[in-house]
C-alpha cells in the first residue's frame, strides 16, 4: 500500500471560520472536531440533525446551498448525502482558492481530516490521505490507550521531560 502524499499540518482557528454543507452524521463528526479545535462554524443543509443543537460556536443556516455560502470561508467540508451537491461545493471551493474537503470523493478534495485524539496538550493524529478513514480511525482506536499512557508519563519538555 502506498503512502499518501500528504503535508501533515495542524490547522489553527486564526485560519479563519469553516463552512459544512450537510446536516447529517458525517457532517456532525466533521463539526464536533472543529469545535474541538476551536474554529467559527456554520452549517448549511436543508435539514440539520438536532444532534448539531448546544454545539458551542456553530451557526446553522436551514436551506440549500447556494454558491454565496462560500463568502469568507477559509475551510470548506462538502458532507452532503448528494453527490451533485458534494461535486458543485469542491470546484467552487477549488476555483475560489478555498481548501475543501469533499467526503465522498478523495481526489475533488484538497485536503483530508485525520482521526484524531487529544490527550495531555498533545494531539495525535492518523490518516490515510482519505482512502480509507475508517483505517485510520481503527488505527487511532488502537494507538488511543498507549497514547494516553505515553502522555501521561512524559512531561513537557519544559518540566523536565520524559524520563522513560
Known amino acids: 500500500m502506498e503512502t499518501p502524499k500528504h503535508l ?12 459544512v454543507i450537510g ?10 472536531g472543529l469545535v474541538e479545535a476551536g474554529f467559527e462554524v456554520t452549517v448549511i443543509a436543508p435539514e440539520i440533525d438536532s444532534a448539531f443543537q ?3 460556536g456553530v451557526r446553522q443556516t436551514l436551506e440549500p446551498f447556494r454558491p454565496g ?7 470548506v467540508f462538502a458532507c452532503t448525502d448528494r453527490r451533485e451537491v458534494n461535486a458543485e461545493v469542491g470546484r467552487l471551493a477549488c476555483e475560489a482558492g478555498i481548501p475543501v474537503l469533499v467526503v465522498d470523493a478523495a481526489g475533488e478534495s484538497t485536503f483530508t481530516s485525520p482521526a ?3 490527550k495531555g496538550g498533545m494531539i495525535l493524529a492518523v490518516g490515510t490521505g482519505g482512502s480509507d478513514p475508517g483505517r485510520a480511525r481503527d488505527v487511532r482506536d488502537q494507538l488511543a490507550d498507549a497514547f494516553a499512557s505515553a502522555t501521561a508519563a512524559c512531561p513537557s519538555r519544559r518540566e523536565g521531560g520524559c524520563d522513560a
Open 8 to 19: 501533515p499540518v495542524m490547522l489553527s482557528p486564526a485560519l479563519g471560520p469553516a463552512v
Open 23 to 32: 446536516g447529517g452524521a458525517v457532517a456532525l463528526r466533521k463539526v464536533q
Open 54 to 56: 448546544g454545539l458551542a
Open 69 to 75: 455560502h462560500l463568502h469568507g470561508a477559509a475551510l
Open 116 to 118: 484524531v485524539a487529544r
